[in-house]
């Protein structure tokens, strides 16, 4: 399958870049597009962590305020798990670092659920997705956010009990925790019923 880029622009470059193109692509069916144009919001990078508290079975998560929320008419403040953008380390570096800085905790295992596009039809970004267990002896910092970088924290606790009905109940907005909590509960129930 083919693509034919017409024409490409870049209409910000900051923090994000988003660039319009004007294209065509070939079809299922060998026929061509008409001309369409589509936006990329490029990013780089991100990762996000499920840290989960093996001695109090619980999970840590952390609420901030986000501006697209608000923007959507929401109050803005949003639970979610760990999450941050790779700058020039290893993913799995900066899911301990992100872990630390926001919530305060050093892991003792990382393991990589997966690497998924948080939104193919309009962004280039990446996350990759872990879950993070340790215990509370593991705190070893306030978390809170870096104040470098404006971030205002506040780290929330989940028992499993209420982690698993906020999921039943369609409580949980966010989808990089909704997928965590899945995987999580999923490869649970899969390892009590395998023979």
């Given at each position: 399958m083919k693509v034919n880029?017409?024409?490409?622009?870049?209409?910000l470059n900051d923090f994000f870049i988003v660039d319009s193109a004007e294209l065509r692509f070939e079809k299922f069916d060998g026929s061509w597009s008409p001309v369409v144009r589509r936006l990329n919001l490029s990013r780089g990078q991100a990762v996000?962590?499920?840290?989960?508290?093996?001695?109090k079975d619980s999970f840590v998560l952390i609420r901030q305020f986000r501006f697209a929320v608000y923007e959507d008419g929401q109050p803005g403040w949003i639970d979610e798990i760990v999450a941050?953008?790779?700058d020039e380390e290893s993913p799995e570096a900066c899911a301990r670092r992100e872990c630390l800085e926001e919530a305060g905790y050093e892991l003792e295992e990382l393991e990589h659920i997966a690497t998924i596009y948080t939104s193919p039809g309009i962004t280039t970004e990446k996350v990759h997705l872990y879950l993070g267990s340790t215990d509370s002896s593991k705190k070893t910092a306030d978390g809170g956010g870096v104040e470098s970088e404006n971030e205002d924290i506040q780290i929330v606790e989940w028992s499993r009990e209420e982690a698993l009905q906020k999921l039943l109940n369609?409580?949980?907005?966010?989808?990089k925790t909704i997928l965590a909590l899945q995987y999580f509960f999923l490869k649970e129930h899969l390892q009590k019923t395998s023979p």
């Open positions: 880029i017409i024409k490409k622009e870049r209409l996000a962590v499920l840290i989960y508290l093996k001695d941050g953008v790779v369609k409580e949980i907005e966010d989808g």
